[in-house]
């Protein structure tokens, strides 16, 4: 199996065409300061960062499809969770001493409470409105069973309770106390089965496609934006002096190519992103690969089982299977309706985008990064095994797995939904050829003139500090200067500090943040007194990272 993996990805890349040449043969150009590709999150956050940091620039933004937000940040297509790590286990690793790890859990936490004042922010300029629109209270739990899963749960509750960003975070092993939290989870329930659970009131449920609709809509009321829909990039060209000329076809008007001179580039098209990096031809393109994993989720929008559940519930996954297939049961409220969400499942399809070619993926495979796509395979066949079991999945198998988190649900009441595609990151690397990447990666080239998002996890609930890196990054020199130092900070008043370790600055950013996003906050108390962990050593390595596909 591990050799037929080799010879499929080997044979894959013999056949891939080369990167697309660029074009310039299309009719006048076109100029702008800034071209933004692709009309999601990422776009929106950096174009309304730029806007507000270099008034005087202009903007571009392009999108292939006919509206902004219709791919990965539409709310459809993913869980809409505002990842702080108050209940993802896998942001917590268990150290082969038994011991947990809490540094990730930290960094998406301080990550997400940016992204909190970023949207303040815009509310509080007017730029984004009714804040309910796209950010709801919904509590965060984690949810496990059986002996070792409580252990850990325990220990991780205590390691957390180190930091002054999870204060506040409640741990119980009582069945009432943890059906009164969460109904649907313990109905039907084994009274005698061992559990144990944790719930943080302050967690997020957030509608990313409204955020970016909202951002994007205030642009375009700029006189130096420009918005281009149905248009597609089919080419790069770099300039002798280091702008860039972008052919891009007009989908409407029978693909009537025209070009774009613009200063400085940027790529967040999502799945797509690889392939366009590719296309510039930069060298830096070169290290990576993709490889693309969807998803799906079974919906419910009956009353009966909408009403009785308000919280977002992360399990662990099960044994052997990787951290991309915890299951959670989730709250969602999208367009002003509840709906409960389980899954997700992991899908296979070769597109790059949930409205993209089958050819994307052989299309990206180069000789370049064939090697390191087949050291991941041979590296991760735990994945490999567990996207083939998942791909083949039968409904009454969903429904089983769903069944471990509500036990008394109806099969009647669900249905199923294919959410969007993830595209995760392989690396080169000296040492083993290549690696799955966690998190998202900005890829630029050495003079700061064309800059890609590649990944996925934890994706849109931290994109305003994954755009304020691309611009420290890329932008070095203004975000040195006072002038953009005094605007960043008015934007993120946290901006150069640390919140972690100073419950004083915390407290203060949590309640300004759910002011002004309508948000519930009330300050933490004294933590829980919880049974105490015993840290056990495991014969087992400790947890490697593996891809997770951040639905």
Sequence with gaps: MKKMTALLLAAAASFSAAPMAAKAQASQDQETDVL?????????????????????????????????????????????????????????????????????????????????????????????????????????????????????????????????????????????????????????????????????????????????????????????????????????????????????????????????????????????????????????????????????????????????????????????????????????????????LFGPFATFSTKFLKNGSLWDLLSSTTTSNVGPMVDVGLDNFDLVKYLISQVMLSDDDRFEALKEYYPDAKQADWRLWQAGQRVQIIKRDEEKGGVLRLGTEVVSDKEGTVAALLGASPGASTAAPIMLHLMEKVFKDKVASPEWQAKLKTIIPSYGTALNGNIDATEQELEYTSRVLQLKYEKPQAPDAVPQAQPQATSQPESKPVADIAL
């Design 36 to 340: 933004l590709i692709g009309g999601g999150i990422m776009s929106a956050t950096l174009g309304t960062y730029l806007q507000e940091l270099q008034p005087d620039w202009s903007m571009t933004m392009v999108e292939r499809l006919d509206g902004v937000a219709q791919e990965s940040s539409n709310g459809w297509n993913n869980a809409g969770t505002g990842h702080s790590a108050l209940m993802e286990l896998n942001y917590t690793p268990q150290k082969k001493d038994g011991s947990i790890s809490i540094e990730k859990a930290v960094e998406i936490n301080e990550a997400f409470q940016i992204s909190r004042q970023f949207w303040s922010h815009q509310v509080n300029s007017g730029v984004m409105h009714d804040p309910h629109s796209f950010i709801n209270t919904v509590p965060h739990m984690s949810f496990v069973w059986g002996d070792d899963n409580v252990n850990f749960l325990r220990g991780r509750y205590a390691a957390l309770q180190q930091s002054t960003l999870f204060r506040g975070m409640k741990y119980s092993e009582d069945h009432a106390q943890i059906k009164e939290w969460a109904p649907l989870v313990m109905e039907g329930r084994d009274p005698n089965q061992k559990v144990a659970a944790t719930r943080t009131e302050i967690g997020t449920d957030v509608n990313y496609g409204e955020i970016t609709r909202q951002l994007v809509g205030s642009l375009q009321k700029k006189e130096n934006f420009t918005l281009s829909l149905n248009s597609e990039v089919r080419g790069f060209k770099r300039n002798a002096d280091n702008t860039w000329s972008v052919t891009v076809a007009d989908l409407k008007h029978n693909e009537e190519e025209h070009v774009i001179k613009a200063k400085f580039v940027f790529i967040g098209a999502g799945g797509a992103a690889l392939k366009l990096l590719q296309e510039t031809g930069i060298p830096e393109a070169e290290n990576y690969a993709g490889f693309p994993v969807g998803g799906q989720f079974l919906v419910s929008e009956n009353p009966d089982v909408v009403n009785r559940h308000l919280a977002k519930v992360y399990g662990q996954a099960s044994v052997g299977a990787p951290p991309m297939s915890v299951p959670h049961i989730d709250t969602r409220i999208l367009d002003g309706k509840r709906v409960v």
